[in-house]
């Protein structure tokens, strides 16, 4: 596997070259996303809003469930699984899951020697709520859960909260604002007295409703077409800002395709839709070497994607006209 066992325990292992925990919900979740080159903060219209943006769940009016699986560089299995029950009053609830895993990895050191083997992983359970403000702010909170495993340092656990905002400017633009871990003081404590801090990490986006049918879109088109940007800001250690853009284009309610930048990786994507699943894909490359290249799957489910049943007839005659 050359060295890509490195690079893979740097990935689940710190986010920058700073001894930090890796947070699985840094990496942008769903197949959607994904394709757009992670960008989504803004955006808050599917049961992805739960792991992207917890300000999205105040926009939510149906229940919504979303799962996503992949293999990050081969190696690394991505499993994610989340829903949303709304509560009415413009007020949801959602519950989540992410983790990524790696077992049976080979740790060589610099001259290639084989120094044994090793499993790693981390994990992140949830819960979130979101409410819509006024006509044109949502909030919304997340608490979670963290726990992480390494062979070399058994198991450990810790907690954090994230904090999101979208606002709508015109019908046609949407801003969306997350914190992610704002509790500085919180770390993951292992079992031999090892501990990390939770990266602090900022994201700002934007999306724009850029072409579309409905009244909110900049210009009318039958065929729908959102732009979207995010960028990620790091206040403490030297990790550099990183940014995201995408677009979707969807020349039916049913089809799909994507395309997007992640930092300078060209990314991809398409879903389909029927009868209130949804079937979506994701590819993603991760630098420019060998086997970089990640593809996800997701399987999503929206109960107003049923049509409505039409009302029993309630007399005789209703009941019969119609024949």
């Not at 942008?28 to 960008?39: D, H, Q, S």
């Not at 979130?128 to 403000?133: I, N, P």
């Not at 859960?145 to 999101?164: K, L, P, Q, T």
């Amino acid at each position: 596997m050359g060295y890509k066992p490195l690079i893979i325990v740097v990935l689940l292992a710190s986010q920058s070259f700073a001894q930090t925990a890796f947070d699985p919900l840094s990496i942008a979740i769903g197949a959607r996303p994904l394709g757009m080159g992670g960008a989504f903060v803004a955006v808050a219209d599917d049961g992805n809003t739960l792991f992207n943006n917890p300000a999205g769940l105040g926009e939510i009016d149906s229940v919504k469930f979303t799962s996503m699986s992949g293999a990050l560089l081969e190696d690394v299995n991505y499993t994610v699984l989340g829903g949303i029950l709304p509560f009415g009053n413009q007020f949801s609830l959602g519950a989540g899951y992410a983790g990524a895993f790696v077992s049976g990895l080979e740790i060589r050191d610099a001259r290639g020697n084989l120094g044994g083997s090793a499993n790693y992983g981390n994990s992140t359970a949830f819960i979130a709520l979101g409410k819509k403000l006024n006509d044109r702010s949502s909030l919304g909170l997340s608490l979670k859960y963290y726990f992480a495993s390494a062979s070399e340092r058994s198991s450990g656990n810790g907690w954090n909260i994230d904090a999101g905002l979208l606002q709508s400017g015109w019908n046609w633009l949407k801003l969306g604002l997350v914190g992610r871990n704002l509790i500085g003081t919180s770390r993951i404590n292992y079992q031999n007295g090892q501990s990390e801090p939770l990266p602090f990490s900022i994201r700002a986006g934007t999306k724009i409703y850029l072409l579309g049918n409905g009244f909110d879109a900049a210009i009318g088109s039958p065929w729908e077409t959102n732009l979207v940007a995010d960028a990620d800001f790091f206040p403490q250690g030297s990790t550099p800002m990183s940014l995201h853009t995408g677009l979707e284009f969807s020349p039916s309610p049913f089809l799909a395709v994507r395309a997007g930048v992640d930092r300078s990786n060209l990314t991809g994507g398409l879903s389909l839709k029927i009868a209130g699943f949804g079937f979506h894909y994701a590819y993603h490359p991760y630098g420019d070497f060998d086997g970089s290249a990640a593809n996800y799957f997701s399987i999503t489910y929206d109960e107003r994607g049923f049509p409505p049943e039409p009302p029993a007839p309630d007399t005789y005659i209703a009941k019969y006209s119609s024949l």
